[in-house]
């Protein structure tokens, strides 16, 4: 397979997908632009007229008003900014972190997208979070128009106290109390030292099939991109979702199904031998890990995690399990349970490589290995699983060149087995993955309907980089079960801002 330049590929192919053209009224978005030295934006803390226009301009509207805003000098920063206080200020986690929600979980998947994409199409994920948040706010507004109310700052506690009273709050499960800590926290506390508080408590239970801790991995990063003096509302947010437990008791008085995982866990940490970290790759011992979770218990498999640190295997090797075998269960069964896997395991390994403390990273590690086998049987209770394995996964064909990988996912809604072999085949004969990461993103800008082609496509096109061997190319063809395909119908959003653009 020759060697393709990924420049060369992206011309070549963006007027095939339509993009061409699109945006440049806009200008340009450098990678500068949409990253910062030391996680600390440089724009100004005067956000609140900004959300305001997305608050209250019709959706009808809203494309148009953003783009003069644009054209205007508006930064992509303060954009992204003003989109996830929007949806902070405007959608309530509830009944689950999910559904509406989404206008904010999505958020950083969209910067994500942005961030990796050449730097004429980078409006086009933000502006599209733009237009989704109209949705969701209209949703809130039916069920109710809830809105983050003010911080009550007489119980706000003053100094280090402020941190014995947030855990105190989370373990109980206590709302007020912690809308109220974590408020003190954020004005007391570093980013680090705060997740490194949170990280584990949004990963103690399965509620909302892993959105808490999404949320957490997402928030944090994105605030490290427009500056943490937009932290309070978000965290408030944050735990506001975490302690939801829609329509079960107080889980801290409860012996519930979605928290034995976790508690199950926490005992567990003290097995784990000190030198965890030191261990050497071990093919043989992903392999193993992956069978045991194509099949075993979340108690069987978060054993076998342990034994396989105490016996020396690196943490490497068992990542590529945990990433194999959520994009496996895609294979298996293609849907919301499958890809919520996927972004899952994403937000869990973003949180065990930002957090420092190691009793945290073990019970992280062990929270993932318990919740893939619960996102299995919550799939089979969907439906039934094909007994599809990704390690089992053959090489298909391929034409070379970029009209290859073009033909493949133009034909990828017709057979994605097929393609994903086809797929496998390319990566396998040398072909450069990125390639296929950029086109996979691209048609997402353009077919995407919905909060989870972004974040789906965020996760697994992040996630491929961090496999070694072959699971690298196996994940990543695996990973188009879940993708957009060419030949789909083009999105309205993509017509809306050429119109706007040209007014």
């Known amino acids: 397979m020759s060697k393709i330049r990924r420049r060369d590929f992206l011309l070549a192919t963006s007027g095939s997908l339509g993009l061409q053209g699109v945006l440049d009224g806009l200008g340009p978005v450098a990678f500068a632009d949409v990253t910062t030295d030391r996680g600390v934006a440089q724009f100004s803390g005067d956000i609140e007229p900004l959300v305001r226009i997305i ?65 004429e199409d980078r409006w086009l994920p933000l502006l599209w979070a733009v237009d989704n948040f109209k949705s969701s706010q209209a949703r809130d507004v039916q ?48 980013a680090h030292d705060l997740f490194r508080i949170l990280a584990g408590y949004s990963a103690r ?6 959105h808490k801790v999404i949320y957490l991995s997402n928030a944090f990063r994105t605030l490290q991109t427009i500056g943490w003096e937009h932290a309070e509302p978000v965290l408030r947010s944050l735990v506001y979702a975490m302690l939801n437990h829609q329509g079960d008791p107080n889980p801290a008085k409860s012996d519930l199904a979605a928290d034995r995982s976790g508690r199950a866990n926490q005992e ?41 640190l105490n016996r020396g295997v690196a943490t490497q090797s068992i990542w590529n399990a945990f990433f194999c075998s959520a994009a496996e269960l895609s294979m298996r069964q293609r849907g919301i349970v499958s890809l919520h896997a996927v972004t899952t395991t994403n937000a869990i390994h973003q949180a065990f490589k930002m957090v420092s403390d190691e009793e945290t990273r073990k019970f992280l590690l062990l929270q993932n290995a318990a919740f893939l086998p619960l996102f299995r049987e919550a799939a089979r209770g969907r439906g039934k699983l094909t007994r599809d394995k990704i390690s089992e996964l053959s090489a298909g064909s391929i034409d070379s060149g970029p009209e290859g990988i073009t033909r493949v996912f133009d ?40 909060s989870h082609d972004y974040k789906f496509s965020s996760a697994a096109l992040e996630d491929y980089r961090y496999l070694t061997g072959e699971w690298r190319n196996r994940y990543l063809a695996a990973s188009c079960f879940q993708l957009r395909g060419g030949s789909e119908p083009t999105r309205s959003l993509v017509g809306r801002v050429e119109k706007a653009m040209r007014s």
């Open 205 to 210: 239970d399965f509620r909302s099939i892993g």
């Open 268 to 308: 567990r940490l003290s097995e784990i031998k000190g030198d965890w970290l030191s261990g050497k790759p071990d093919e043989g011992a992903t392999k193993n890990l992956l069978a045991s979770l194509h099949g075993d218990s979340e108690q069987d498999v978060s054993e076998l995690v342990i034994e396989m």
């Open 411 to 450: 034909d990828l809604t017709k057979n994605r087995k097929n393609a994903s072999r086809s797929l496998l085949q390319y990566l396998n004969s040398g072909g450069e993955p990125r390639l296929i990461a950029d086109h996979a993103r691209r048609l997402v800008f353009l077919k995407g309907n919905d």
């Open 55 to 119: 608050e209250e301009t019709p959706r009808d509207q809203l494309i148009q008003a953003i783009v003069s805003q644009i054209q205007g000098g508006l930064s992509y920063r303060r954009l992204l900014a003003a989109t996830l206080l929007a949806g902070v200020r405007n959608v309530q986690p509830r009944p689950s972190v999910g559904f509406k929600f989404h206008a904010v979980l999505v958020v950083h998947s969209a910067h994500l997208a942005s961030l990796n994409s050449r730097q």
């Open 143 to 190: 069920e109710g128009d809830w809105t983050l109310g003010s911080v009550d700052e007489a119980r706000v506690p003053k100094g280090e106290a402020c941190v014995s009273d947030l855990q105190h709050a989370l373990e109980n499960w206590d709302e007020e109390a912690a809308d109220a800590a974590i408020t003190g926290c954020v004005r007391t506390l570093s």
